[in-house]
């Protein structure tokens, strides 16, 4: 079935980076845009940006540029999220999502992966 | 890019009916009909309930219905059920290829 399945949770030091995967099976990779979101702890859902798995051209939302780089590995179907010089509040989780079906929207999303940083 | 605006709770008894608002600008909600609307509970990922404003993906209940007017989107939510409860968030296309969510409204089912 379609899915999207993501790395485990990490912990990081202030400073240090940190990247992310997501694993997509079930569809054809390069034909949807993967999308970032996160949540910090008990708050709302924030876009991050998207990645073309074809061409690797990506978008980011204006507060991530410069500090989350988004890449992908066709061969292995999978889309990266590396985001760098943390802080205590990139503290979330991080989801990857797709539009398969939908457009505009986001019909499948990832499991969620849970990054912790901390001094 | 300013998150669009939802009200921070709503709740309802079981059988009645609920609106959830969602507040943009002429740059996003009002410019593109493009808003979707998503379902979290606990401890789990979003579930897609309603897209392109309107409509329903398959497997979504036609309790969840979809409206827009200007800058507002809504979403309504009939014959509530307690396995309702749960954060909603809205989101629309805001131009450019970005998108922007709302700041979410927790559903309590009394």
């Known amino acids: 079935q379609v899915q999207l399945v993501q790395s485990g949770a990490e912990v990081k030091k202030t400073g240090a980076s940190v990247k992310v995967s997501c694993k997509a099976s079930?569809?054809?990779?390069?034909?949807?845009?993967m999308h970032w979101v996160r949540q910090a702890p008990g708050q709302g859902l924030e876009w991050m940006g998207w990645?073309?798995?074809?061409?690797?051209?990506?978008n980011y939302a204006q507060k991530f540029q410069g500090g989350v780089t988004m890449t992908r590995d066709t061969s292995i179907s999978t889309a990266y999220m590396e985001l760098s010089k943390l802080r205590s509040d990139d503290t979330a989780v991080y989801y990857c999502?797709?539009?398969?079906?939908?457009?505009?929207?986001?019909?499948?999303w990832g499991q969620g992966t849970m990054i912790t940083v901390s001094s | 890019q300013s998150a669009l605006t939802q009200p921070a709770s709503v709740s309802g008894s079981p059988g009645q009916s609920i609106t959830i608002s969602c507040t943009g600008s002429?740059?996003?909600?009002?410019?593109?009909?493009?808003v979707s609307w998503y379902q979290q509970r606990p401890g789990t990922a979003p579930t897609l309930m309603i897209y392109e404003d309107t409509k329903r993906p398959s497997g979504i209940s036609n309790r969840f219905s979809g409206s827009k007017s200007g800058n507002t989107a809504s979403l309504t939510i009939s014959g509530l059920q307690a396995e309702d409860e749960g954060d909603y968030y809205c989101?629309?296309?805001?131009?450019?290829?970005?998108?922007?969510f709302g700041g979410g409204t927790q559903l309590t089912v009394l």
């Open positions: 002429s740059s996003d909600v009002g410019s593109y009909n493009l």
């Open positions: 990645i073309n798995p074809n061409s690797g051209g990506t």
């Open positions: 999502a797709t539009s398969r079906s939908v457009g505009y929207s986001f019909d499948i």
């Open positions: 989101c629309s296309y805001a131009g450019s290829s970005t998108w922007v």
């Open positions: 079930g569809y054809t990779f390069t034909g949807y845009w």
